[in-house]
């Protein structure tokens, strides 16, 4: 499976941003799909993640209430809504798959990754 991530960029604080993440060469549908990010001298982190109709979703207590995870399994594609965006949100997103719906929060269970998109938070 290739994932390609996209959407990322400058933004100020408060604004929003949606993500995209496409994905190829395998049955999407049949992937639980999770965003991480990273950002600059810190580990990567879980942000949220959807199962495979959609249908269950857990969030990052940092985003809760602000991002929204969604997927279009027509359009082998996962979103990452953005809103009310916070300097501290800045980081290098990353869209990953995993076959199963168990310790979604730990990037070790993610069997595909995509490249990352850039989101700059300016204050």
């Known amino acids: 499976v290739q994932l390609q991530a996209s959407g990322g960029g400058l933004v100020q604080a408060g604004g929003s941003l949606r993500l995209s993440c496409a994905a190829s060469?395998?049955?999407?549908?049949?992937?639980?799909m999770g965003w991480f990010r990273q950002a600059p001298g810190k580990e990567r982190e879980f942000v949220a993640v959807?199962?495979?109709?959609?249908?269950?979703?857990d969030y990052a207590d940092s985003v809760k209430g602000r991002f929204t995870i969604s997927r279009d399994n027509a359009k082998n594609t996962v979103y990452l809504r953005m809103n009310s965006l916070k300097p501290e949100d800045t980081a290098v997103y990353y869209c990953?798959?995993?076959?199963?719906?168990?310790?979604?929060?730990?990037?070790?269970?993610?069997?595909?990754w995509g490249q990352g998109t850039l989101v700059t938070v300016s204050s």
């Open positions: 990953a798959a995993r076959r199963t719906y168990h310790s979604v929060t730990s990037s070790h269970g993610y069997d595909y």
């Open positions: 060469g395998g049955t999407f549908s049949t992937y639980v």
């Open positions: 959807i199962s495979w109709s959609g249908g269950n979703s």
